[in-house]
């Protein structure tokens, strides 16, 4: 496991993400993950090299995230928001992000860091 996609809702933009990650950075089927008991699965079970954890979050989705802070402190975490909402960020921010972006901005700059981090030898593609 190299990529981990979470994305609770089959949003248009979420599913836009999943497509792109699938075809431009080698995410595999088997490490998207719809519910927080699959995360919480993938992330705890063992990995040979350090995650890319990819977050898709919408409003109310960042409180049972964090629950899961504990797992995801050995991942580098990179997230979306789905909605530009002031009152979301902190929380966002609360589980120290590599990366942070708004799915309105598109997903040119996430795909572009994911690229780089594996070509700079960071995380196993």
Same mark, same amino acid.
């Given at each position: 496991?190299?990529? @981990? $996609? +979470?994305?609770?809702?089959?949003?248009?933009?979420?599913?836009?993400?999943?497509?792109?990650?699938?075809?431009?950075?080698?995410?595999?089927?088997?490490?998207?993950?719809?519910?927080?008991?699959?995360?919480?699965?993938?992330?705890?079970?063992?990995?040979?090299?350090?995650?890319?954890?990819?977050?898709?979050?919408?409003?109310?989705?960042?409180?049972?995230?964090?629950?899961?802070? $504990?797992?995801?402190?050995?991942?580098?975490? @990179?997230?979306?928001?789905? =909605?530009?909402?002031?009152? +979301?960020?902190?929380?966002? $921010?609360?589980?120290?992000?590599?990366?942070?972006?708004?799915?309105?901005?598109?997903?040119?700059?996430?795909?572009?860091?994911?690229? $780089?981090?594996?070509?700079?030898? =960071? +995380? =196993?593609?």
């Amino acid at each position: 496991m190299n990529i @981990l $996609y +979470f994305a609770m809702k089959n949003r248009t933009s979420a599913l836009a993400l999943e497509q792109r990650l699938m075809s431009e950075c080698g995410l595999g089927e088997n490490n998207i993950c719809r519910t927080i008991e699959d995360l919480r699965k993938k992330l705890a079970g063992p990995v040979p090299h350090r995650p890319i954890a990819v977050l898709f979050l919408g409003p109310g989705e960042i409180e049972p995230i964090l629950n899961l802070k $504990y797992l995801l402190e050995k991942s580098c975490v @990179l997230i979306v928001l789905d =909605q530009a909402d002031e009152d +979301f960020v902190p929380g966002a $921010y609360s589980l120290h992000p590599r990366f942070l972006a708004h799915a309105e901005n598109g997903f040119n700059d996430l795909v572009a860091v994911i690229k $780089y981090m594996v070509e700079k030898g =960071q +995380f =196993q593609k």
